[in-house]
């Protein structure tokens, strides 16, 4: 028996007179941000470089925000996936890819574009930038690696009521480069709201300096994902060669939780994800160090 619907179509007839054009269509894009851990030198050879995160924009060269500094993407065509387009525009705009993305969230705001309804999904990816090199391609008309620092400008307040507790902060993030003299920003206003178990978290962008569309949005909303899934993932051993010490992976948890860790209680937690080598590192001005790889049968353990 063929199921009908109530004007008494089959499924095939029902597909054969819809329209198509009933709905709104909005646009549909996908942005990849790329994070890297860097090194900047000190000038005391016997104290460490000190280490940074960074990610990847591109200089927008044209409208709208046209010399803004934005996340690589663009729009999705009709004959490729999400994660499709995101993969050939990072090609396209940043001579970048073979990288593995993860999905970071899709966001629909109304008004996020100004030239129509624009629905974007997010990618991202935490790569080793030593052996990348990025190249400004398509409507990009330049590509760099932007550290980044997050601080908060206006402190936490929470307000308890019967049924929720909802907590505000203000923060500002700063994307900066060594060779350019320029002001990268955005000021965000965070606001969690706690209904039993429950979080809710909105972000509302208050200001961007020489950042595009609702760029500071997503990058936040990446941070925020890579700081929760440090804690029961592998994803900080992306940010290390093969081969490393400790120290360095110390660093890269300190840099993405922005809090110092004791060595010892480091270890305990890293210590199951590890596997001790024979080789040593040795550099000037440093006893030499241990190696250690990933462990990639670390939660079988």
Do not use: C
């Amino acid at each position: 028996m063929v199921d009908r619907n109530e004007q008494g179509l089959n499924e095939k007839e029902f597909l054969q007179s819809y329209d198509a054009g009933k709905y709104e269509k909005p646009s549909v894009t996908a942005d990849v941000l790329l994070f890297t851990m860097d090194s900047i030198q000190s000038d005391n050879y016997k104290k460490n470089d000190k280490k940074v995160l960074k990610v990847l924009l591109i200089k927008r060269r044209n409208h709208p925000y046209i010399n803004s500094w934005a996340i690589p993407g663009g729009f999705v065509d009709g004959n490729e996936t999400i994660r499709e387009a995101a993969l050939r525009e990072l090609k396209e705009e940043t001579n970048i890819d073979h990288v593995y993305l993860e999905q970071l969230y899709t966001y629909g705001q109304i008004d996020r574009d100004p030239r129509m309804r624009v629905i974007s999904t997010s990618y991202m990816a935490l790569v080793d930038k030593t052996n990348l090199k990025p190249k400004a391609g398509d409507d990009a008309k330049d590509v760099a690696w932007f550290e980044i620092l997050k601080e908060t400008i206006i402190e936490p307040v929470i307000i308890e009521t019967e049924n929720e507790v909802i907590r505000t902060e203000t923060i500002k993030i700063t994307l900066s480069h060594e060779d350019l003299d320029l002001d990268i920003s955005a000021t965000l206003l965070i606001t969690e709201t706690l209904i039993g178990k429950n979080i809710h978290r909105v972000v509302d962008v208050l200001e961007q300096v020489n950042l595009a569309f609702d760029h500071g949005k997503i990058i936040d909303m990446a941070l925020d994902r890579l700081k929760n899934k440090l804690e029961y993932t592998q994803i900080a051993f992306n940010l290390v060669p093969e081969y490393f010490t400790l120290t360095e992976l110390q660093n890269v948890y300190q840099v993405i939780l922005g809090k110092e860790e004791k060595p010892a209680g480091f270890r305990r937690k890293i210590k199951d994800m590890v596997i001790e080598t024979s080789k040593m590192q040795s550099s000037k001005g440093h006893r030499p160090a241990k190696l250690y790889t990933y462990n990639k049968f670390w939660h079988l353990t």
